[in-house]
């Protein structure tokens, strides 16, 4: 079965630093999803990264998917305590629409 | 991209009964997924559920326990049977959307729900 390892699993940064989020797949991954969980709510979602190499960008955050298909990062420039949350990132198993979820990096942006 | 709520956003119930939770698209989506958050976990895939056929349940989980209807492209509704308190749990559906470019996935906001 396919595992996600996230990491790290808590972060605290100030208010305008950079930060970084990873990912890391046990198996080539079919698609990379990242979400934002507010606790206790739903998901947010993000972004979808499919091809290797690939680089998406949101607002403050990008995340890319590593050539092999089996790595990838989401980076924050400038954190905002608006970007406080729950990171998680999700994985297409095989091909298939089902995912497979990572634990989370929890984030905390202090003022 | 599909927006997706679901019903009830929270309840408390009593063990031994049941509850239905409503998920409703507002667009037509070919599959739904329903998934279960447990306190201070990650999500776990309980079912897929197409319209026009039975659910496709994951290993650990059985449709005497969470049996799901999928009546049509919109709507599809998952039953948390005879409850425990070890069911509490975040209960969330999401849809496989296409984009035109990709298929992507969205959740809805989930239903907190709290066995005494």
């Known amino acids: 079965s396919q595992e996600l390892e996230q990491s790290p699993q808590s972060l605290i940064v100030q208010e305008g630093k950079n930060l970084t989020i990873n990912c890391t797949s046990s198996?080539?991954?079919?698609?990379l999803y990242w979400y934002k969980q507010k606790y206790g709510e739903g998901l947010i979602f993000l972004m979808m990264?499919?091809?290797?190499?690939e680089e998406k960008s949101h607002e403050k955050i990008t995340a890319k998917l590593d050539e092999k298909k089996q790595q990838s990062s989401l980076h924050i420039t400038a954190s905002q305590p608006s970007h406080a949350g729950i990171y998680l990132c999700?994985?297409?198993?095989?091909?298939?629409?089902?995912?497979?979820f990572g634990k989370g990096t929890m984030l905390l942006v202090s003022p | 991209s599909a927006v997706i709520s679901q019903k009830p956003s929270r309840d408390i119930c009593q063990r031994g009964t049941s509850l239905t939770i409503q998920c409703q698209v507002d667009?037509?989506?070919?599959?739904m997924f329903w998934y279960r958050q447990q306190p201070g976990q990650s999500l776990t895939l309980i079912a897929t559920?197409?319209?026009?056929?039975?659910?496709?349940?994951e290993s650990g989980f059985v449709i005497d326990k969470f049996p799901i209807s999928r009546p049509n492209l919109t709507f599809s509704t998952l039953t948390v049977s005879n409850m425990s308190p070890e069911d509490s749990s975040i209960y969330l559906c999401?849809?496989?959307?296409?984009?035109?470019?990709?298929?992507?996935?969205?959740f809805g906001p989930g239903t907190r729900l709290t066995v005494t």
């Open positions: 999401s849809v496989e959307d296409w984009t035109g470019i990709s298929y992507e996935q969205y």
């Open positions: 198996k080539t991954l079919y698609g």
């Open positions: 990264l499919q091809k290797g190499g």
């Open positions: 999700g994985a297409a198993v095989s091909g298939y629409s089902t995912l497979t």
């Open positions: 667009s037509q989506v070919t599959m």
């Open positions: 559920a197409n319209q026009g056929s039975e659910a496709t349940y």
